[in-house]
């Protein structure tokens, strides 16, 4: 049974840093591209950041590009989304999601999905 289960939302004042994080488990992630996606109130779901577990390779949104960094830790089995310079537009629940295979998924394209985070940044 796959699991994952994000960790890190709160409330932040504009230009403020968190970092969220994903626990995965149930099975062997190493085929599979970890995304972390966001929801606004009123807003379609949209697509933040992905990592290729295997090599490594990441994606940004160009809206986060340069601000926030998606990375692994093999070891815990987990995966971080370290949020900087966050702007009030940021403010989402954060899910972090799981697609099995080798390209970049599109949002419905995701197997897993967590529970999400709520992250809210105040300007």
């Known amino acids: 049974q796959v699991q994952l289960v994000e960790a890190g939302g709160g409330l932040v004042q504009a230009g403020d840093s968190l970092r969220l994080s994903c626990a995965a488990s149930g099975r062997t992630f190493s085929s599979y591209i970890m995304g972390w996606l966001r929801q606004a109130p009123g807003k379609e779901r949209e697509f933040v950041a992905a990592?290729?577990?295997?090599?490594?390779?990441?994606l940004y949104a160009d809206s986060v590009k340069g601000r926030f960094t998606i990375s692994r830790d093999n070891a815990k089995n987990t995966v971080y989304l370290q949020m900087n310079s966050l702007k009030p537009e940021d403010t989402a629940v954060y899910y972090c999601?799981?697609?099995?295979?080798?390209?970049?998924?599109?949002?419905?394209?995701?197997?897993?999905w967590g529970q999400g985070t709520q992250v809210t940044v105040s300007s």
């Open positions: 990592l290729s577990w295997s090599g490594g390779s990441t």
């Open positions: 999601a799981a697609a099995y295979g080798v390209r970049w998924p599109k949002a419905s394209e995701y197997d897993y």
